[in-house]
């Protein structure tokens, strides 16, 4: 019988996360019956979203349960089949989280195309980080040729892709992120037009202004808090604010507090959507599609940082409220 790793989830976090938080056990693994295969997990995804789902409190998805597995993306291999669907040696995308092996359904999973990229882009720039930037950005924010978007956390796994779609589509760029290198890496390497450092700024409100002569039209947020007060206080009219995530509030406890936007919206005629993945469901496969055409022209290029080592996954979570990676986080659990 082989031996399955896992990490749960010990206690409710107030505030940031810590190693508490999670519980690592050891099982057997189940033996697949019919219509269920056993997968070797090889990447396991950390996304910031994962923060929200630790507290038990209404959302869009369900909160994790104590003591059960940390859900997430994962990419793993068929080690052993009871499915007319899969075969051993398959690689597929699922979302059963933090563990080292997983007995599923045949319709818990589904297999990759292993020839269009490396499989860990499944997670990240052609999984569902692309697919946020993708609908997030051409059907909310809608920009135009000539605009201006403004990216908060434009460095991370979707703001990096947000950029370069806006790109694609003929505006200026600019990306607010928090190092001189990861500010490199949106211009040089990503043709950001702009890019301004948070953690450096003595005024960012005026930062803004400053590489935003013609004002923002489109504005992709990451991280609300006081960086998205800056960007609203130069907005233009009819501007279109994409509301993708909130991470500077993940970890604060009470309530947060700010300026109000009701009257930037109504001065400025402007639109404000938040949205999650699953509400464009049934547009998967257009996206998919734009996004593994554009990979594959040269359009759209990725970074990842990948740390090593099952252990290793709560800390690798936590870098992400740290700002520790350029692009994409993931854990290799083990080789392909």
Known sequence: ?????????????????????????????????????????IYVSVDPYMRGRMIDAPSYVAPYELNDVLGGGTIGEVVESNSDKFSQGDIVLGGYGWQTYYTAKEDEVRTIDKDIAPISTHLGILGMTGLTAYFGLLDIGKPKEGETVVISGAAGAVGSVVGQIAKIKGA?????AGTDEKNRYLKEELGFDEAINYNTTNNIE?????????????YFDNVGGEISDAVHANLNKFARISVCGAISKYNIEGEDTGPRI????????????????????????????????????????????????????????????????????????DNQ
């Not at 056990?25 to 019956?33: A, F, I, L, N, R």
């Open 262 to 333: 009701q009257m930037t919206l109504i001065k400025k005629s402007a639109s404000m959507q938040g949205f999650t993945l699953y509400d464009f469901v049934d547009r998967f496969p257009e996206g998919s599609k734009a996004l593994a055409q554009w990979l594959q022209e040269g359009k759209l290029k990725y970074e990842e940082t990948i740390k090593e080592g099952f252990d290793n996954i709560p800390d690798a979570f936590l870098d992400l409220f740290e700002g520790n990676n350029i692009g994409k986080l993931l854990v290799k659990v």
């Open 1 to 41: 019988m082989t031996k399955n790793k896992q990490i749960l989830l010990a206690k409710r976090p107030v505030g940031t996360p810590d190693k508490d938080t999670f519980k690592f056990v050891e099982t057997d693994s189940k033996q697949p019956e019919n219509g269920e295969v056993l997968i070797r997990t």
């Open 172 to 176: 200026r760029v600019v990306g607010i």
């Open 206 to 218: 005026q930062d803004i202004a400053k590489a935003c002569p013609n004002g923002v039209d489109v």
